[in-house]
């Protein structure tokens, strides 16, 4: 997957520590990535070249797992059943069933999952690095 490549590619280069001054002091503030981007919305996560891809990529992983094959059998199931050469052609071997379910994947609603970037906050090292500048 692409996205585990961005996470090896740019696992090192997390951003550095703020630092503030108080009182003439110069300190370091504990910087918690996971708590910087539980800070944007979807949309700052979608402008990102890199995590937007990654969130794309995971949208369509999850629906080959989980809700693919459902469709594609469904398809099969109506197809054997009702043999119906005005829907489903003279579709005899059910070969069109991955073909049905990538059609009502163009249709489908997108849910995107932020907890991907909270769990490992490297794939969101490009957005994080906007951010802090």
């Known amino acids: ?17 703020k630092l503030k001054y108080k009182e003439e002091e110069l300190f370091e503030e504990e910087w918690d990535p996971v708590k910087e ?13 890199d995590t937007r891809e990654i969130l794309i990529y995971e949208h ?3 629906f080959e797992k989980k809700l693919k094959y459902k469709l ?5 199931k109506y197809n054997c059943s009702f043999r119906n050469e005005d829907f489903f052609g003279k579709d005899w ?8 379910a990538e059609l009502i994947y163009n249709f489908i609603s997108v849910n ?9 906050p490297p794939l969101a090292i490009e957005l994080l690095s906007k951010k802090n500048k």
């Open 1 to 17: 997957m692409k996205w585990l490549h961005l996470f090896i590619k740019n696992q090192a280069s997390m951003p550095k520590k």
């Open 72 to 76: 594609a059998y469904l398809y099969e």
């Open 60 to 62: 369509y992983d999850n």
């Open 37 to 49: 981007l539980k800070k944007l919305n979807l949309e700052d996560f979608l402008n990102c070249e």
């Open 112 to 120: 995107y999952d932020l907890t991907l970037f909270y769990d490992c």
């Open 93 to 100: 071997d059910n070969e069109l069933g991955e073909s049905f």
